[in-house]
Nanobody, 122 residues
Framework: QLVESGGGLVQAGGSLRLSCAAS????????MAWFRQAPGKEREFVAR????????YYADSVKGRFTISRDNAKNTVDLQMNSLKPEDAVVYFC?????????????????WGQGTQVTVSS
């Protein structure tokens, strides 16, 4: 089970840190990722991180503003979001994929959290 937290309201240009806690299992050798979804739109890849944390990949829309990290001892993965824009205001989902190969297609990820809402005021 994955549970996200940290969403909320922030002004444009501000920062938020999302956190995802895994329970019921450890995600050894899993790629962890963040996706986001706006109402009526498909789920969109945001960032992913390898098991050891040495490989990180970002969507172009967030590169340089967002940072993904993980703490395997605590079974958590975080998304630090800086310089937030109104278009970042959607629901964010944590996900896990049992693989050493990354991917941006949400169908590749078997485990999902319930999502956390991010609202950005302009």
């Amino acid at each position: 089970q994955l549970v996200e937290s940290g969403g909320g309201l922030v002004q444009a240009g501000g920062s938020l840190r999302l956190s995802c806690a895994a329970s019921g299992r450890t995600f050894n050798n899993y790629i962890m990722a963040w996706f986001r979804q706006a109402p009526g739109k498909e789920r969109e890849f945001v960032a992913r991180i390898s098991w050891g944390g040495s490989s990180r990949y970002y969507a172009d829309s967030v590169k340089g503003r967002f940072t993904i990290s993980r703490d395997n001892a605590k079974n958590t993965v975080d998304l630090q979001m800086n310089s937030l824009k109104p278009e970042d205001a959607v629901v964010y989902f944590c996900s896990a994929r049992r693989s050493t190969v990354g991917g941006v297609d949400p169908q590749l990820y078997a485990y999902w959290g319930q999502g956390t809402q991010v609202t950005v005021s302009s």
